[in-house]
């Protein structure tokens, strides 16, 4: 016989610290998710959690729980191994774009549901809704037909899919409860565990432009997502990666794309590339690849310098009903004239603050502050500088791309905020890849 519950003993019993079983939880989320527990008592419940934490057990039934809420994909009828990269996110992350056609090129089969940008952060949906025509909102049948041709496919939720996660983020986004690593991994890892899949690679970043910036708290999340995700069958592996200056040079959907696109014809700026081959080697690993390292990096080159990732791409834009043509002549997007920052001074750029930079571009109008707002796709930030370069007095630094001319000082102010020029060289002291944090929560040398 099922058992019944009271919500204030189960509030009451997580705010003193107790641990919910697997029932309680589940009576609670699926209460929840029907609409017959308000959102005031589930905030209460999502800020015990905050400062209370989830035991293992805990952790595992609410992954659990909260994937089985809705549908699931079904990618048996598709062959190959099934593998997806997340990010927890930042400032010019557009990886997701280019090592999806790399990997599917490598033979791999990539089904990817990615999510939205919020606050100073890029989401990979509004990348591509940046090009002309392309929807990322594509029934299940259609992502499974797409994954079949192309080896790839990178679309938004359907709307029956973990629907647990789609009210409780909203929630936590609006009570201050986003920060806490049970909600984050339980956000993740049901929403990654309902696409059916063999492998998962993770990108955790750490720095001023992640979602936890200190590497403590970044390498203790990376550790929980590879536990649970492994406890569920899926072979799961986490590198650790700087999120101190934005990744590339772009920053901003179209301005993203673009640098998609330079990528994928083998002029991808270098940390860029550095990420998407590190990421790609680990993804090869996970799928049982145990060919040395210089055979799986040629391997991953050639995809690139081959044309055969460009090529899948254009055909997975062209699929989702966007324009491959633009992708081949980006310079005949209309974008607004750009407004130069420059250099007061020369020296050279010991800082970049991502946060700073991402702040620049949400007020160009890049980003959104809720998860139904629109965002401008032409909006954002071209560096024309990264950490340790040398700037001449007034040489340009960073051009602001935005029809917000409201907007221009604020802008302005975070990018000046942003960059801190010194007389010297730096002394480089923080990697880009730290390296992979294993499941004792240690950070190995990676690749
Ligand atoms: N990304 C998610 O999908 N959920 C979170 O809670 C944080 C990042």
């Known amino acids: 016989m099922k058992r019944s519950f009271v919500i204030t003993e189960l509030l009451k019993k997580k705010r003193d610290g107790g641990t919910l079983d697997a029932e309680e939880l589940e009576w609670l989320i699926r209460n929840y998710v029907k609409g017959a527990i308000p959102d005031y008592q589930m905030s209460a419940f999502l800020m015990a959690v905050y400062f209370r934490g989830m035991s293992s057990d805990e952790l595992l039934n609410f992954v659990r729980i909260m994937r089985d809420s809705g549908a699931k994909l079904d990618l048996s009828r598709v062959p190959g191994f099934h593998l997806d990269k997340h990010s927890t996110g930042g400032v010019g992350d557009k ?60 679309a938004g939720q359907t709307e029956d899919m973990v629907p647990a996660d789609k009210k409780l983020y909203a929630l936590r986004d609006a009570t201050a409860t986003v920060d806490s690593i049970p909600l984050v991994v339980g956000s993740i890892l049901s929403k990654k565990l309902a696409e059916d899949l063999d492998g998962l690679i993770l990108d955790v970043k750490t720095g001023k432009g992640a979602f936890f910036p200190k590497k403590k708290d ?41 640098e998609t ?17 590190a990421l790609a080697v680990l993804a090869l690993q996970v799928s049982g690849d145990r060919h040395p390292l210089n055979h799986q990096l040629a391997r991953i080159r050639k995809a690139i310098s081959s044309g055969e990732a460009f090529d899948r791409f254009l055909r997975y834009v062209s699929l989702m009903g966007g324009d491959p043509a633009i992708l081949e002549h980006p310079e005949r997007f209309p974008l607004p004239k750009p407004v130069v920052y420059t250099a007061p ?103």
């Open 95 to 154: 990886i997701s774009l280019v090592l999806a056609p790399v990997l599917a090129s490598l033979g791999l089969s990539v089904p990817m549901i990615s999510g939205r940008g919020l606050g100073h952060s890029g989401g990979t949906l509004d990348k591509l809704e940046a090009i002309p025509g392309l929807k990322t909102r594509i029934p299940v049948q259609r992502f499974v037909e797409i994954l079949s041709q192309v080896g790839f496919v990178i």
């Open 218 to 258: 970044a390498v203790q999340l990376a550790r929980i997502l590879v536990e649970i995700a492994t406890e569920f069958g899926v072979i799961t592996r986490a590198l650790l990666t700087s999120m101190d200056q934005p990744v590339g040079y772009a920053v901003g959907n179209w301005l993203e794309v673009v």
């Open 261 to 277: 696109v330079d990528c994928l014809t083998n002029q991808g700026p270098e940390d860029t590339m550095e990420l998407v081959e």
């Open 345 to 447: 001074r020369e020296g050279y750029i010991e800082d970049l603050d991502a946060y700073r930079i991402g702040m620049a571009a949400f007020y160009a109008g890049a980003g959104r502050l809720k998860v139904e707002d629109p965002v401008d796709a032409v909006a954002g930030i071209r560096l024309h500088k990264k950490m340790g370069d040398w700037v001449q007095q007034d040489e340009p630094i960073a051009e602001i791309y935005t029809v917000r001319v409201d907007m221009l000082d604020q802008i302005l102010e975070e990018i000046s905020s942003a960059v801190r020029i010194i007389p010297y060289k730096p002394v480089q002291t923080e990697p880009l890849i730290y390296g992979e944090v294993t499941l004792k929560g240690e950070i190995r040398s990676f690749p």
